[in-house]
């Protein structure tokens, strides 16, 4: 039996079906449980994976958490700057915030050293509400 070769995709479309996993998971995801939460759509390779994940990161449509090395879609509609992670460490939930403040004081920082800043990410470890409110 002859196997059919696999019809290529559009990179938009890579890059529709991996937003869409990401959306669709709740919960930081690695590049490989995005593989196995598509394997009914579509069949991935880890490196199509990463370079559809690297344009919707350059796009603002999808985030990387350094400290779990894991990605998560973007909650906002629109930034209006560096996004600000709080993951807790029980329930692995993340929420993604604005905190123009803080991200001002870390940028004037960075011009007053003469420090060239490429990349900023910012996340808050700990407990969240949900987790440390006591259950009744």
């Not at 991200?103 to 949900?130: I, Y």
Request: hydrophobic share 40%.
């Amino acid at each position: 039996m002859i196997k059919k070769p696999a019809k290529r995709r559009a990179s938009t479309e890579q890059d529709r079906l991996i937003s869409d996993a990401l959306r669709n998971a709740g919960r930081p995801v690695s590049a490989y449980e995005i593989i196995d939460s598509v394997r009914d759509k579509a069949t991935l390779a880890p490196q199509t994976v990463y370079r559809s994940l690297d344009r919707l990161i350059a796009s603002g449509a999808a985030h990387r958490l350094e400290s779990l090395n894991a990605f998560v879609a973007c909650s906002h509609v629109v930034h209006k700057g560096t996004a600000i992670f709080a993951i807790c460490d029980r329930c692995g939930g993340v929420d993604e915030f604005d905190e123009p403040t803080a991200l001002n004081a870390l940028v004037n920082w960075a011009e007053n050293s003469h420090f060239v800043l490429r990349q900023m990410t910012l996340e808050l470890r700990g407990t969240c509400a949900r987790c440390e409110t006591p259950i009744a």
